[in-house]
């Protein structure tokens, strides 16, 4: 155990029974790896080298302070007018040129705080950084919290303003997860009756709403892209194939969900959000912290009983 004061180790890894979890500190407190009994569950796609040198995301990463993107380059939150142009630092775009998935992507500025086998916790004092209060300023601390037990992951993440000024709560994980020898169209795709979110072209929602009834089907040659809210009151979506079953259970603070598996890959993420995409700029459901704000994720991993 470790925890007399900072640390900052490249990487930590946690072990419990059956799983192992690898973590980047020094990369913006990515998950780089999850592997239960030595195969690999996440989407690794470009890795961290990618993800490092252009925010290209995979594995386990942090969306924040607003997850997937924004519908311009100003916003206006908590009574704060915020630009954002393409000089502005930590800033990626997406396909549409949109500012996409926050400013934290390999962010280098975690402090590891403790780091055992089975418990990772690092902070990060955004309040202190001038290039990311230029673009969310709105002073605050972050803390996440990485525990590892016999057959979950949990992630907890707590947000403490510094200052008098309320933070705007619009983050979000990215878990890309992949099973180990199963096909794409025989991963079967597990959740309750939620809401789906209508999107217009640029994948922002659209004021539209449709109930989606529960689901328990093989994904076969569906793609995925899709937000959702009224989730239930707890939240569970499972992958199921071959001897596996990855369940993301939504365990405090997140509220939205996107579903995103893109065509011809195995990898499906699913995606903790404590806000809709582009709440930054439209208010829909924006919180705004006054005090410490949690959310917290789990990742089960379990035999598959079909």
Partial sequence: MREDGPVSPADVTLRADDLEARWVPGAGMVGASLRHRGRELLGLRGGLD??????????IPLLHPWANRLG????????????????????????????????????????????????LRAEADLGADPGIMEAFPFPHRLAMEVALAPGRLTVTTTLTPTSERPVPISFGFHPYLALPGVAREDLVLRHGPMTHLTL???????????????????????TLDDAYADLGPEPAFALA????LVTVRFLEGFTHLQLFAPPGTPTVAIEPMTAPCNALRTGDGLRLATE???????????????
């Fill in 241 to 244: 194939g071959g001897r596996r």
């Fill in 292 to 306: 410490p704000f949690t959310a917290a994720f789990a990742i089960d991993v379990d035999e598959h009983r079909p």
């Fill in 72 to 119: 311009g380059f100003s916003y206006r939150a908590a009574g704060v007018d915020v630009a954002l142009d393409a000089t502005t630092p930590r800033l990626h775009t997406e396909e549409h040129g949109l500012p996409s998935h926050g400013l934290l992507a390999a962010y280098p500025g975690w402090v590891v705080r403790h780091a055992d086998p089975g418990l």
């Fill in 200 to 222: 217009d072209d640029r994948k922002l929602p659209d004021g539209g709403r449709e109930p989606v009834p529960a689901r328990d089907a093989p994904l076969g040659g569906e």
């Fill in 50 to 59: 990618a993800y490092a040198s252009r925010g290209s995301t995979f594995g």
